[in-house]
Each structure stands twice: as C-alpha cells, then as structure tokens.
C-alpha cells in the first residue's frame, strides 16, 4: 500500500535535526511549500508555481511567496512535480540550498536554510527514534510506547508496511496507519516501523534502486525486530507481526528468521504474484467498465508482459523494443529486483514455516488484494498445521483501511477515506488473547 499525492500538487515536507542525530542519522529537510505545474504555453514556464506555504517552513524563512515560479532547487532545474519532489528529497536539515525563482517576470535566487523535518508526535503516548544496522547502512526505526501506567515490559508488534517508496513517518495523526498503530498503542502494545532504504532519515541504496530489493527489505525488518526484543519495555516472548498488503507477503519470510508469538496479515495476497497479479488486473479492468472480450485481449497482453520481465528476466530495453505495448502494461510500485523476487516466491513454501498462530484480514471492498485471497490463506496454513489461522472479514473496508461500501465505490475515490475502526478492533482484540496465552 502506498501512500499516493496528486500529479498536480505536491506539499513538501522533505525533512531532520540540523546536522546529525546522535545515532548518525540526519533528518529529511522542510521546506513548507506546495507546488503546481504551470499550464502549457504559460510564459513563466517551464517551472512550479508557488501555490501555498506552510507555516514554520525553511521556504518561507527564505522569503519564498505565493506566486513565484521555481525553476531550480540546488542549481537542478524544476520542470515537473515528481522533478521537484526528487530535488527537494536530497536535502537534509542544515543544509543550505539556492532556489531559483520568477517573481512578477524577474528572476530571483533565495538561499534557504533548510530546517529539519519536525518529528513525529502524538499527545498521549511517545514516538522514540532508533536505528538499525542493515547491510552495512543505519535504517531509521519508529518506536510508539503507551504513556499509560502499565507493566515494565509490554507486548509488542513490528509492523510492516506496503509495496512503494516512502517514508513510514506519521505527519498526520488522521491516516489510516496512524490510526491503527496508535489504536494499538494506546491498546498496550509497543510497535516499531523500520523505514525502507534511504526513506526518511535511513541511509543505505535509494528504495527505487535494484539494491533494494524484496531481499533487502525483510533483512531490514529481521534487524528490527530484534532490536525490538532486545528494547528493555518489551517482552520479548510476546511480540508479534502485523503486516498490511506486501507486508503480509514479507511476514512468513521474517518469521522464518526470528520467531514471534504470532502473525496477523491485512489485506495481503496469498498465490504466487502472476496468479494474483491476472487476477487483480482482470477486476480492475471489469470494475472500469472494460468489455470481456477487450478484458481478455488485455491479460494476455498482462501475461506476456509480465512473464517476460519477471519469469525469464528480460532487459526492460529490449522488451520495449520487441514488445512496444509492454510499456504500458509493466507498471511496478517497487524495483524490477524487488518484483523479480516477489514472482519468483512460492508462498505456500514461505507459509509452511510459519508455526506461530496466525490471523488474516481482509476487507470486502478491496481491489487490490482479492476477498478470495484470505479464506485461500487461512485454508492453506491450516492445511499445514490444525487450527492456527483464523479468518476475520471486516465489512465495508478497503484495502487502504477506508471505510468504501463496495469495491466500485473505493476504486473511484480519490485518496483514503475514513478510517474503519473495525479493523483496530479485530488486531487488538486477536493480540490481546495471544499475548494472555
């Protein structure tokens, strides 16, 4: 699941403490300013139009108005959102930038000083920072410990989040995610994100780079969560998983390298990646209005595609050059690496290691992740060993954790929509009676 921002407008909130962080990480810098792409032909362009500022921002310390046109960040010049977005992400707090702007026609160079990104927080419960050694790189790790009186060691869960490239930083206590981690901790669980290589304060390959691959990411999520057992608030005999979307894929691949106490997967997928892969585009395309027979043309075209660049590994230049159409129909929200061994796992095989208890989660109106795909999951674990996995269908829920009547209605909606609590519910209540058992 990842976390996705209109084409045409952009706030960034790049990030860090100025210089570094006692464990050596320097945070992501703040620049407080929300961009959009200037209309074709426009006289200013090419470049961003300032459309608003955020207060405490480095770019309105700098002078920055609404209004002006940025044509570069840093000497790099600026012509789309995703270009300013990837200039805006290489700059860390106390750095110090030049940003080229038109002001009314005349050109002007500000120098900002980039401010750190604020950190993470919430009224009744801490947000600890850490770090984690994965392949020679420090990864930032996000700690949330309930303020409320309670034993000295508590319960705890890693979680592991969706497919993409982004920080796992909570900057609104509204998402979705926020929502359900914090529901847990003020449940009484201690929880812990690992950021992604080089998201947030991490170092380590760009997260799009083939370096960081499926292979890469659960190291870095096994080296969490061992330094969650190890944390002196947590029992470490009662620390659990919850993985959402790919997280779920990942979760049997971590336990196979460090046991938990048990396992719970939200809206995940169970069959091998170009089974579930045919069958989540074939929805798609149906629930789009798609004819059957154009639908059919559509997934031989998906499988061929696919096949090609996944299974037999072909050079995505040469593909498109034997195959044009291939390029619109290979879109991956992760590295080709990444990918490669997502279609290369054999899930059953990941999944019959698995002897911690397990429950699975799915929301009826998801069309990413199939309904199907979970009582599949629960057949197969329980298949393998009596009685361990437990199915939990919450109504109305869509792969995001909105609340969407029907899938149709999920599809249409632009961005997340309102949290289901139901799912905090189903999670809390299941790790609660694991962690008395």
Known sequence: MNRLLPASLVAIACATAPGASADGLRRPGFLGVQVEGLPAGAPQAPGLAVRALVDGGSARQAGVRSGDVIKAIGGRRVTTTEEFVAAARQLRGGDVAALDVLRAGDPLRLEVAVKPRPPESAPDLDVDYGAVKVDGHLRRTLVTVPRAPGPSRRPAVLFVTGVGCFSQEIADPRDNVAQLLYGLTRAGFVTMRVEKSGEGDSQGPACSSPQADMAAEVRGYVAGLRALKADPRVDASRVFIVGLSIGGVEAPLIEREEAVKGVVVINTAAKPFMEYLLETRRRQALMRGMPFDEADRHLARVLRCNYAALV?????????????????????????????????????????????????????????????????????????????????????????LSRAPTMQQSLARRGPGEFEPAVLEATADWLRRQAAS
């Open 312 to 400: 037999s590994r072909e050079a995505p230049q040469d593909l498109h050059a034997r195959m044009p159409a291939c390029r619109e129909e290979i879109r991956f929200p992760a590295p080709l690496a990444f990918m490669r061994q997502w279609a290369a796992l054999n899930p059953g095989e990941a999944w019959r290691a698995v002897d911690s208890p397990v429950l699975v989660v799915i929301g009826t109106s998801d069309w990413v992740a199939t309904v199907a795909e979970s009582p599949y999951l629960v057949e197969m674990i329980n298949g393998f060993r009596a009685g361990r996995a437990t199915l939990q269908v919450i109504e109305g829920m869509d792969h995001g």
